[in-house]
């Protein structure tokens, strides 16, 4: 019986100190990035259908026993035209246990009909991507995304 006892003092005081150092990062994305149809032509290629304008909250949480993830978006869709079609707001998260093996997430999606990104037109959609963002448009970004989210 003290055997039992010892190993499980052992394990809880490993699991324990095992999930004390964990790191962070979060990353703030404003780009756009072209549609493709979800069926192949005769040529076996996709064919373009459009572009999206993308507002993104990318967090990574990963220590020795568990990596979550949790992706935030607004995603505004035009076609070839650049006529805006929908908006898809996106939220989806992941846990995955390193100790126990375990992976569980979720996906929740809304389709709104009202342009909702923020920092790109469509006007200067093509290909663009906005680097070196300053920490005021992220901030901006940020607070944007977070208020489409339920909950924050």
């Known amino acids: 019986m003290i055997l039992v006892k010892f190993c499980l003092f052992m394990f809880t005081f490993l699991l324990v100190s095992a ?3 964990t790191e962070k990062y979060e990353t703030i994305e404003v780009f756009t990035i072209e549609t493709l149809d ?3 032509n005769d040529q076996g290629i996709f064919e373009r259908t459009g572009y999206k304008i993308v507002n993104a909250i990318t967090t990574i ?3 020795k026993t568990h990596m979550k993830s949790d992706i ?3 995603e505004d869709f035009y076609d070839m035209e650049g006529d805006y079609l929908q908006t898809e707001i996106i ?3 992941s846990n ?3 100790l126990l093996l375990t992976e569980e997430g979720n996906t929740l999606k809304e389709t709104i009909k009202v342009p909702s990104t923020i920092l790109i037109t469509p006007d200067n959609a093509n290909h663009l ?3 070196n963002m300053t920490q005021e448009e992220k901030v901006q970004v940020k ?3 977070l208020a489409f989210m339920v909950g924050g």
């Open 19 to 21: 999930c004390s150092h």
């Open 38 to 40: 979800d069926i192949q």
């Open 61 to 63: 949480e990963e220590g």
């Open 72 to 74: 935030k978006s607004i």
């Open 91 to 93: 939220h989806s998260y």
């Open 96 to 98: 995955k246990s390193k």
């Open 129 to 131: 991507k906005v680097n």
């Open 143 to 145: 607070e944007h995304l």
